[in-house]
C-alpha cells in the first residue's frame, strides 16, 4: 500500500501552529513547500540533498504502529525533521562522526558476554568458571538459554580461530550450574530462583522453606490471575512471555493511542527504585537486566544488536556537544548548578503555558547567538537569563539534546530501544523499556528521568499550551532518536516506519515513566541469591584461613618451643 493511497480520510487531529506563531521563529518562516518536502522525504541524514523534489512517497510495509499513528497527524514530526536540518545547517560546527564499529563473527556474543558479567566463561580464565558459577544458578530457563546461546557462538568462533587456551565445553558449564544448584559450597541444600524447570510448589512446601529463603519463592496463584494491568514484578518477564506463548494468550496489540494505566501491585516489602542499591549491587542488576533483556527479545524472536561506538576526540569543555560526564564534571567543578537542569528550570519558569512550547521553533539566528553566548558566559555567571525568550529556550533544550557526542539513549542501546515496537503486546514494550532503562549509564538515565519529568509537566498544561501527550511524543521523538553525530544513513522505506515506531516508543517513555525505574523484584531476589551465595563462599574461605593461621601459630610455638628448650640444656 502506498504511502498517498493509504493516507485518504485521515483526519489531522493534531495542533498545527498558526500565522502568527510561525512568525515566532525565523526559521519557520518559508512556507509550506519546505516543510511538504521534509515530510516527503521522512526521516533524513544530515549530509542529505533536499533540492530534488518527489512527487510521491515510496511504498512501505505497514506496522501496527504505522496504522494506529494514521489518525493522528505526522505534521509534527516531519516539521520538527526540518527544524532539526535548519539548526544543524546554521551551526555549521566540525563535529566529529561517531564511528559504530560492526563486530566481526562472534564478537558480538563476546563483548555481551563481558556486559553481562560472564567474561570468564571464555578466554585466558575459560579454565576456571567457578567465579561464574553461583551467578548461573540464580538464572531462569530463558535466561539461562541466552547465556548458553552466546557461550556457544563464542566457542565455535574460538574453535575457528585456532586458539591455544582451552575452550570450556558449554554442556560442561552448565552441567555444573545444575549441579552448584543441588549443593551449596558447604554442602547443604540451596535454594534457588524458580523457574520453568522448577515450578512453585504447594503451600505444604512453602512452610518448610527456610525463613531467609522465602523471599526467593514468588509463587503465582492460580485461582487468581493478574488483571492485565498489573505489572508482574516477581517473575521474569521472559518467562511470562513463554507462558503466554505456551497458553496462546499472546495478542498483537495495534492501538498505539489509547495505551493502558498499567500499574504496580501494592507489595508489602515495598518497590526497589535505581538509586537505592549500592553501587556493587547495582552493577549485578545491570548484569541480570541485560541477561532478562537479550531472553526477552530470544523469546519473541526480536533481533537485539548492541552497537559500540569506537573512541573519538571529543570537546573537553563547553556546553554543547560535549560528553554527558565530562559536563556533569565542569559543572560541579566551576558552578553550582548544572547546565541542563538550569536550562529547563528557565524554561518552566519563563511558563509552561506558551502556546506551541517545544513545538514551534526558536528564531535560527537567535537560537545560534544564545549557544556562542552561552558558551563564553554561562561558567563566568555573567549570562542574562531574563533576554531569553521561551520558544528560543526550549530550542536550545533540544539542541543540546541532539548534539550530545553520542545518543541520550547509548550507541549501545539506541537500536534496542527502536526494536521495542516490534514486540508484540504494550505490557511486553513496557517490560522491555524498564529493562533498558535500568542499562543507560548514570548520567545518561538521570537526564532521560529530568527530561520526561519536565515533557509531563508540559502536557500538563495542554489545555493551554496546546500540546497533548502525542503532540510532545512526535516532537520529542526525532531529537532523541536522531543523533547526528552518529551519521547513520538509511533507505527512505525503513526511516517511515521508524517515525511512527520511534514516536510511539516516545510516548510510552513519557506516560510509563514512573515505572521505568523501578527495579523488577525477581532481579533484586537474584541479587540477593548471588550475594547470599558469595557470602557462604566467603565464610568457608575465612575458615580455611583461620584454619591454616592457627595451625601456623601452633607450628611456630612448637618450634620457639624446642629452641628454648635446648638454650636451657
Not at 5 to 22: F, I, N, R
Not at 207 to 223: H, I, W
Not at 411 to 420: D, S, T
Request: proline letters at 4%; one cysteine or more.
Amino acid at each position: 500500500m502506498s504511502w498517498l493511497s493509504s493516507s485518504q480520510g485521515v483526519v489531522l487531529t493534531a495542533y498545527h501552529p498558526s500565522g502568527k506563531d510561525q512568525a515566532v521563529g525565523e526559521s519557520h518562516t518559508r512556507g509550506g513547500e519546505e516543510a511538504t518536502l521534509s515530510r516527503r522525504y521522512g526521516q533524513y541524514t544530515m549530509n542529505q540533498d533536499t533540492t530534488t523534489k518527489i512527487t510521491e512517497k515510496p511504498p512501505f510495509d505497514r506496522s501496527s504502529s504505522q496504522d494506529s499513528l494514521d489518525e493522528l497527524s505526522m505534521e509534527d514530526y516531519w516539521i520538527e525533521l526540518e527544524n532539526i536540518k535548519r539548526s544543524h545547517e546554521n551551526r555549521q560546527d566540525n563535529q566529529e562522526v561517531v564511528v559504530v564499529k560492526e563486530p566481526d563473527e562472534g564478537e558480538l556474543e563476546e563483548e555481551w558476554l563481558k556486559e553481562a558479567g560472564l567474561s570468564n566463561l571464555f578466554g585466558d580464565s575459560a579454565e576456571d568458571p567457578q567465579e561464574s558459577m553461583v551467578f548461573l544458578s540464580t538464572l531462569t530457563r530463558t535466561q539461562a538459554a541466552a547465556v548458553q546461546k552466546r557461550v556457544e557462538t563464542v566457542s565455535q568462533t574460538l574453535r575457528k580461530k585456532n586458539k591455544q587456551y582451552h575452550i570450556p565445553d558449554v554442556r560442561d558449564i552448565f552441567t555444573q550450574q545444575r549441579e552448584s544448584k543441588e549443593k551449596a559450597p558447604d554442602g547443604t541444600e540451596s535454594q534457588s530462583v524458580r523457574t520453568n524447570e522448577n515450578k512453585y510448589q504447594g503451600k505444604d512446601d512453602q512452610a518448610s522453606t527456610p525463613l531467609g529463603d522465602k523471599e526467593l519463592m514468588l509463587p503465582v496463584p492460580e485461582d487468581t490471575p493478574a488483571s492485565e494491568t498489573d505489572i508482574n514484578l516477581e517473575v521474569s518477564f521472559a518467562e511470562q512471555a513463554v507462558n503466554q506463548k505456551e497458553e496462546k494468550t499472546q495478542k498483537s496489540e495495534s492501538n498505539d493511542a489509547s495505551l493502558p494505566d498499567f500499574r504496580l501491585p501494592k507489595d508489602k516489602t515495598g518497590t526497589t527504585k535505581v538509586g537505592d542499591l549500592a553501587p556493587q549491587d547495582m552493577k549485578k542488576v545491570c548484569h541480570l537486566a541485560l541477561i532478562e533483556l537479550t531472553a526477552l527479545y530470544d523469546v519473541l524472536g526480536v533481533e537485539l544488536k548492541q552497537q559500540k561506538a569506537a573512541k573519538i576526540k571529543t570537546k573537553d569543555s563547553g556546553l554543547f556537544g560535549v560528553p554527558l560526564a565530562t559536563l556533569l564534571e565542569q559543572d560541579q567543578r566551576k558552578v553550582a548548578h548544572n547546565f541542563y537542569f538550569m536550562l529547563i528550570s528557565q524554561i518552566e519558569e519563563g511558563g509552561l503555558e506558551t502556546e506551541g512550547l517545544l513545538r514551534i521553533p526558536g528564531a535560527a539566528i537567535r537560537v545560534k547567538n544564545l549557544c556562542q553566548e552561552l558558551e563564553a558566559k554561562f561558567y563566568e555567571g555573567t549570562f542574562n537569563w531574563e533576554s531569553v525568550k521561551q520558544h528560543d529556550a526550549a530550542s536550545l533544550l533540544k539542541l543540546f539534546i541532539r548534539e550530545l557526542p553520542q545518543p541520550l539513549l547509548s550507541v549501545e542501546y539506541l537500536r534496542a530501544f527502536q526494536a521495542v515496537q516490534n514486540l508484540p503486546t504494550k505490557k511486553q514494550q513496557l517490560q522491555a523499556l524498564n529493562l533498558l532503562v535500568i542499562l543507560l549509564p548514570d548520567a545518561n538515565r538521570d537526564t532521560l528521568k529530568a527530561l520526561l519529568e519536565f515533557l509531563q509537566r508540559v502536557i500538563d498544561n495542554k489545555e493551554k499550551n496546546k500540546m497533548t501527550v502525542m503532540n510532545v511524543a512526535m516532537v520529542m521523538a526525532p531529537n532523541l532518536f536522531m543523533c547526528h553525530a552518529l551519521g547513520l544513513k538509511s533507505n527512505e522505506q525503513r526511516e517511515f516506519g521508524m517515525a511512527a515506531g520511534t514516536a510511539n516508543i516516545m510516548h510510552l517513555l513519557i506516560k510509563y515513566q514512573k515505572l521505568l525505574w523501578t527495579i523488577p523484584k525477581f532481579i533484586v531476589n537474584q541479587v540477593r541469591k548471588q550475594n547470599t551465595e558469595s557470602h557462604k563462599k566467603d565464610r568457608k574461605a575465612m575458615k580455611k584461613l583461620l584454619k591454616k593461621m592457627a595451625y601456623d601459630r601452633e607450628k611456630y610455638e612448637k618450634q620457639d618451643k624446642s629452641t628454648n628448650d635446648v638454650r636451657k640444656l
